[in-house]
Nanobody, 118 residues
Framework: QVQLVESGGGWVQAGGSLRLSCAASGSGISINAMGWYRQAPGKQRELVARITTGITNYADSVKGRFTISRDNAKNTVHLQMNSLKPEDTAVYYC?????????????WGQGTQVTVSS
């Protein structure tokens, strides 16, 4: 089983930057994909960015402003968020897709709040 621990959320003014980090831990696992999702009040959880081996995907709303990166050796993923907008305000969740005992599973972090004021 994979445990995910997030850090780096907080409050920032519009136009500012934040960097989210997520560390995965667990034994006997092989992590395939890692990513970030977010959920704003009253809205569904949505994909922000995702990274697998050599491939990154971004939501259209964050392209050019957010950058996802991954350290495979440390099983960590980061989300650099620049030019933040009030509409980026949400709880951000780290996600990992991994293989364990031959099964593909999903793990989620506890979430970290990002608040962008106008």
């Amino acid at each position: 089983q994979v445990q995910l621990v997030e850090s780096g959320g907080g409050w920032v003014q519009a136009g500012g930057s934040l960097r989210l980090s997520c560390a995965a831990s667990g034994s006997g696992i092989s992590i395939n994909a890692m990513g970030w999702y977010r959920q704003a009040p009253g809205k569904q959880r949505e994909l922000v960015a995702r990274i697998t081996t050599g491939i990154t995907n971004y939501a259209d709303s964050v392209k050019g402003r957010f950058t996802i990166s991954r350290d495979n050796a440390k099983n960590t993923v980061h989300l650099q968020m620049n030019s933040l907008k009030p509409e980026d305000t949400a709880v951000y969740y780290c996600n990992a897709g991994y293989y364990s005992s031959g099964w593909y599973r999903d793990a989620w972090g506890q979430g970290t709040q990002v608040t962008v004021s106008s």
